[in-house]
């Protein structure tokens, strides 16, 4: 396992590099600049602040530049926030959007799994029906109408829970639902198709055979294989979560990361648009080793070449 675990942080780290390779040279084609959209400011004064942050220079100088900075940890200074630099931005950001995003996952993990097992468990039955019918439009409704909702609903119309920041418990409590809506269903509906494959395999068949009950069967010899696929979904999901959820964070007033992410391409602030995706990049990676590791814990039977 130590081969394999130093073998895909060395394809993490190329795939790092790669995505910010691209970044770069994607986000200097598109015309204008950052400094573009100040028309408050003269064009004399746009050069000095072009020349100020280097990107007067050749490309290929500047690419080189950005990635020898990079690798010793300075990403630079933020094109549209003066003076800030883009790691402080980040990691003041990030745990914000880290710590939303963590118990929107561990809700979808708590609501997705029982759910997806009582709809497979109870298949063809009213129960069943009902649960994917709440799976479906959990998936259908996007983030920023469930968003709309329950802010009118709960912080307008009966004004039970606050609706800007987070600055208590009661306050998480809409973000977190509007993240956990699609999650949770999604898990549902794969949590009940992979365990109802697992269900129709030889040593489940076998373990009825010799009179188990079918509660028992479920959930103690066919979850454990049926799970693979939800924990393959979770490391992705959380890493989007972090940095995708610049809609929720928007309604609510949340200074999170993903709306930093967002706003860094609206304002073409080309480090902080390097310094996000390489971060969102990492995340991925890092959740997809750490989804192959515990495959192996999950599944002793798997082999990790």
């Known amino acids: 396992m130590g081969k394999y675990i130093v073998k895909r942080v060395g394809m993490g780290l190329l795939s790092i590099f790669v995505v910010a390779t691209l970044t770069f040279f994607l986000m200097n084609m598109v015309p204008g600049g950052p400094f573009v959209a100040e028309k408050s400011i003269s ?21 080189f530049t950005y990635i020898t900075d990079f690798l010793k940890g300075d ?17 003041s950001k990030f745990p914000v959007s880290a710590g939303l995003a963590g118990i929107a996952v561990a809700v979808a ?5 029982p759910l997806g097992c009582l709809s497979a468990y109870h298949r063809g039955k009213f129960g069943d029906r009902f649960i994917i019918v709440l ?7 996007p983030s920023f109408i469930s968003s709309v909702v329950l802010l009118y609903t709960f912080g307008s119309k ?18 977190v639902t509007a993240l956990a809506i699609y999650p949770s269903a999604y898990i549902t509906r794969l949590m009940r198709s992979s365990l109802l ?8 068949r076998t373990a009825k055979a010799k009179g188990l009950a079918g509660f028992r069967v479920m959930f103690k010899h066919a979850l454990r294989n049926a799970i693979l696929p939800v924990v393959t979904y979770v490391g992705p999901m959380l890493a989007g979560l972090m940095t995708g959820s610049f809609i929720v964070e928007k309604i609510f007033t949340i200074p999170g990361l993903g709306r930093e992410f967002v706003s860094s391409i609206t304002n073409r602030d080309y480090t902080m648009i390097m310094g996000t995706t390489i971060i969102l990049a ?17 599944d002793p039977r798997i082999n990790l070449k």
Do not use: H, W
């Open 158 to 175: 009966l004004n039970l829970l606050p609706t800007i920041g987070l600055n208590s418990f009661k306050a998480y409590i809409m973000p």
């Open 197 to 204: 494959d697992v269900m129709g395999q030889d040593y489940i």
């Open 43 to 63: 064009k004399a004064a746009q050069e000095a602040l072009a020349s100020k942050y280097g990107l007067d220079k050749p490309i290929m100088e500047r690419y």
């Open 135 to 141: 799976a479906t439009c959990g998936i259908a409704i």
């Open 282 to 298: 990492t995340l991925i990676i890092v959740a997809n080793v750490v989804v192959d590791i515990l495959y192996k814990v999950i």
């Open 109 to 113: 993990l708590c609501v997705g799994i």
């Open 75 to 91: 990403m630079g200074y933020s094109l549209r926030q003066r003076g800030r630099t883009v790691s402080d931005i980040i990691f």
